[in-house]
């Protein structure tokens, strides 16, 4: 299967060059199964063999990815807070997610939005997850712009000018990137670990050890 979407993404790439770059990064800002360690190194060798320019294909996947944050910044603000609000309402127990926790988690992200976007845009599996958030704070549309195209520039600029410098083995690119998707991973599992002993476990330990203690 990823041989065939490599194929696809490289007929792509050949057929419309700058123009399917930046398609290609914005649909895999949407649609993660298009992975960007295989269009952004991919372009990087079509680049390095003469067929375009290194800079043309980080602009044009930097263009595609502005474009694709804004779509998923406009689902999300489109969907908007209060209605967030009412999902969590209904269904937040079952995750053990309150009102009061979107509340704090909402203005944690107000104080530190420039650089959580900013940041959030060079780290895999955060990179296009991060527009949603800004969408359902409605983060203000210009700082948005700016710190998704650095961002994304800052990654685009390393996956299509490792692409460049490794020509045939630009394959490698992705072990390294998925080096950093399982590290991504592992700290993902480890905060979900701790919220679920700080909102469920820690107290009912403590509760039991503090009855068996009396007795």
Partial sequence: ML???????TDVIDALGYVG???LVALENVFPPIPSEVVL?????VAGRGDASVVGMVLAATTGSVVGAWILYGIAAAVGPIRLHRFVGRFGRWFGVSGEDMTRAELWFDRRATAAVLIGRCVPLIRSVVSVPAGFRRMAPLPFTICTAIGSLVWNTALVGAGALLGDRWEQVG???GLLQTAVVVVIVALVALFVWRRFLRDRIGFRGGRSDDR
């Fill in 175 to 177: 072990d390294v990137v």
């Fill in 21 to 23: 770059v930046a398609f």
């Fill in 41 to 45: 190194p991919l372009s990087g060798f």
């Fill in 3 to 9: 041989d065939d979407l490599t194929g696809w993404i």
